[in-house]
Every structure is written in C-alpha cells, then in structure tokens.
C-alpha cells in the first residue's frame, strides 16, 4: 500500500446515508451497511479524482426480500489536506414475494473538512445532502408496494457528522434530518387474496421519517497488507415516524422510535499498487419494532473494488 497522508471516511446507513469525513489513518470504515476504503496520497497532481470505487451491496430485509445495489463512487480533492467531496451514484435491484423493482437509488454528495491532524489523533467535520430519485411510489399489479421495494426513500435528508480518531480507534457521531415525507402509498388491505404475502411488510402510506441520531466506536487492526476493523454502531431514531392511515389522518407509526445497534467486520486487501478488493459483513443485535422506511435488514454483505488515482 503507498504511503498514506490522508483519508476521507464515507459514511454510510440506514440511519446516516451519505457522509464523507477525513483522518490520518491507513484505511477507515463506514457506517453500517457498507464500508469502504479510500487513499488519498499527499501529491503535486493537479489531478482532483483522487479515488475511484464500485461496489455491491447484498442485504436481506422484511420478508426475506432480496435487496441488491450496485454503486459507483467518487472521491475529489478541493483544498489540500482540508476539503475534500464524494459522490455516490447508486442503482438498486430488488426483489421478494410480491415481486422484482429496479431504478437509479438516491444520490448522496458530500463536504468533507480536516479540522486538526495530530500525530496520534485527528478531526474532521463533514456535511452532505441526499437527493431522492423518486416519491417512493413504485406499484405492482396496481398495488402500492412497501418501503423495502423502493429504489428511493422520497426524501430529501441533510447529513451532519464528526470524527475523532485516537491511535487505533475511532468515534464517530452524526445527525440525518429528512426535510419532507413521500407519496408510497403501501397500507394493509382487507380484500380476500393474496394477504398474508402482500400484509407482512410495515405500512409506509406517505410516511415522514423522523430525525436520527449515531455513535459509533471503531478498532482497526492490520496484517502485513490487510487491513481489518470490527464496529458497534449506535442509531437512535429520535421519535415515531408519521403515516396517513386508511381514514386519511396522520398518525405515529408506534414503535418506530428507539435503538439499533448494528455489528459488522469489514476489511481491505490490496490487489495492486493502486487497486484494493474491499469487504463487509454487518449484522444488527438490536433493530426497533417498526422500521417503516423499509431500511431493516437481518444481514448485509458488501463487496467493493477500488482504485487510487
């Protein structure tokens, strides 16, 4: 691996989907469900595309559905050693017993700022926006289909966050602000049929996301060339979401407020002087009763190709 000046940390999760954050480390992790590393080396190139990355992302959520997102991402260089911004380009396939969708996901861009770079210890501040592609009211025989089938959360999210790192550890705090709701329309019908498939996901009709809320604690450890890191990461959704149910009135989603607490191993392996395979596993060991936003999942399994420009 080259020698290493700086490197922005993406940060990325059901609850912070988007955020890009810089440290003085070897290698970083991202939040949740997908990890990546990105080297950024301290040259005169007059070159901005410091890194370049694809990636799939596998994750299981409600209903054994299949969820499937294959991204693209870049890494650019605006101030030297200071600012830094990313781009992420996502495209989701997703499939389960109600049937197959697919379409271009939210895009997420992101400032990143070097607040401090000590020998031992270092901070960066980042702020970012996701952009939604579409309402989340993708259908299915003429039936609206539950937030997990949706390529897109329908909103607009603002993303807020910090890192600290101390030697080989990491902390992580961040803030998602969702400014508007959707128009899915997903509730439970009463019909004869198909209900027991078509019932067993949260209802979503036009549903507004509450604010969250992370902390993540993170250790790195490294073996020759490998590179390896084990995380907790903390998500507190700050209040119940809000649905319009079948009367038309607005109401909590009970049971959407509260903790998940996710696990995850992720790693880096260099290929070539500029070229690295990277992975992740995560796993949640806490989830809240009612994730209307359809961004549960029981297992998630990522694997990435990067390359350092």
Same mark, same amino acid.
């Given at each position: 691996?080259?020698?290493? =000046?700086?490197?922005?940390?993406?940060?990325?999760?059901?609850?912070?989907?988007?955020?890009?954050?810089?440290?003085?480390?070897?290698?970083?992790?991202?939040?949740?469900?997908?990890?990546?590393?990105?080297?950024?080396?301290?040259?005169?190139?007059?070159?901005?595309?410091?890194?370049?990355?694809?990636?799939?992302?596998?994750?299981?959520?409600?209903?054994?559905?299949?969820?499937?997102?294959?991204?693209?991402?870049?890494?650019?260089?605006?101030?030297?050693?200071?600012?830094?911004?990313?781009?992420?380009?996502?495209?989701?396939?997703?499939?389960?017993?109600?049937?197959?969708?697919?379409?271009?996901?939210?895009?997420?861009?992101?400032?990143?700022?070097?607040?401090?770079?000590?020998?031992?210890?270092?901070?960066?501040?980042?702020?970012?926006? =996701?952009?939604?592609?579409?309402?989340?009211?993708?259908?299915?025989?003429?039936?609206?289909?539950?937030?997990?089938?949706?390529?897109?959360?329908?909103?607009?999210?603002?993303?807020?966050?910090?890192?600290?790192?101390?030697?080989?550890?990491?902390?992580?705090?961040?803030?998602?602000?969702?400014?508007?709701?959707?128009?899915?329309?997903?509730?439970?019908?009463?019909?004869?049929?198909?209900?027991?498939?078509?019932?067993?996901?949260?209802?979503?009709?036009?549903?507004?996301?509450?604010?969250?809320?992370?902390?993540?604690?993170?250790?790195?450890?490294?073996?020759?060339?490998?590179?390896?890191?084990?995380?907790?990461?903390?998500?507190?959704?700050?209040?119940?979401?809000?649905?319009?149910?079948?009367?038309?009135?607005?109401?909590? &989603? &009970?049971?959407?407020?509260?903790?998940?607490?996710?696990?995850?191993?992720?790693?880096?392996?260099?290929?070539?002087?500029?070229?690295?395979?990277?992975?992740?596993?995560? =796993?949640?060991?806490?989830?809240?009763?009612?994730?209307?936003?359809?961004?549960?999942?029981?297992?998630?399994?990522?694997?990435?190709?990067?390359?350092?420009?």
């Amino acid at each position: 691996m080259d020698e290493v =000046k700086l490197t922005p940390v993406d940060v990325i999760d059901p609850g912070i989907n988007g955020l890009i954050l810089a440290d003085t480390l070897t290698y970083s992790t991202k939040n949740d469900t997908i990890i990546k590393y990105v080297v950024l080396k301290d040259t005169t190139s007059v070159s901005h595309l410091l890194s370049f990355e694809i990636s799939s992302y596998y994750g299981i959520g409600q209903q054994n559905t299949l969820v499937m997102v294959n991204q693209m991402e870049g890494n650019f260089k605006l101030i030297e050693k200071k600012l830094y911004a990313q781009v992420k380009i996502p495209y989701s396939i997703i499939t389960g017993k109600l049937g197959t969708t697919n379409g271009l996901s939210d895009v997420t861009m992101s400032l990143s700022y070097i607040a401090f770079i000590r020998p031992k210890s270092n901070l960066s501040l980042a702020l970012g926006v =996701k952009i939604p592609s579409n309402s989340s009211n993708l259908s299915l025989d003429n039936r609206p289909l539950p937030m997990v089938y949706q390529t897109s959360l329908g909103s607009t999210d603002l993303l807020l966050g910090s890192r600290f790192s101390y030697k080989k550890w990491d902390f992580t705090a961040g803030y998602q602000h969702s400014f508007n709701g959707n128009s899915n329309q997903y509730l439970h019908i009463n019909t004869t049929g198909d209900n027991l498939n078509y019932n067993g996901y949260f209802e979503s009709r036009n549903v507004r996301r509450a604010d969250d809320a992370l902390f993540r604690i993170n250790r790195r450890f490294k073996a020759k060339k490998i590179v390896l890191s084990t995380s907790l990461l903390f998500i507190y959704h700050l209040a119940d979401d809000h649905i319009t149910n079948a009367s038309g009135e607005r109401v909590n &989603a &009970a049971g959407s407020k509260g903790l998940t607490l996710n696990l995850d191993l992720a790693g880096s392996i260099p290929v070539s002087k500029r070229t690295s395979i990277t992975f992740v596993l995560a =796993k949640p060991v806490v989830q809240r009763k009612n994730v209307t936003d359809g961004l549960s999942r029981s297992f998630v399994g990522i694997v990435g190709l990067r390359w350092n420009f």
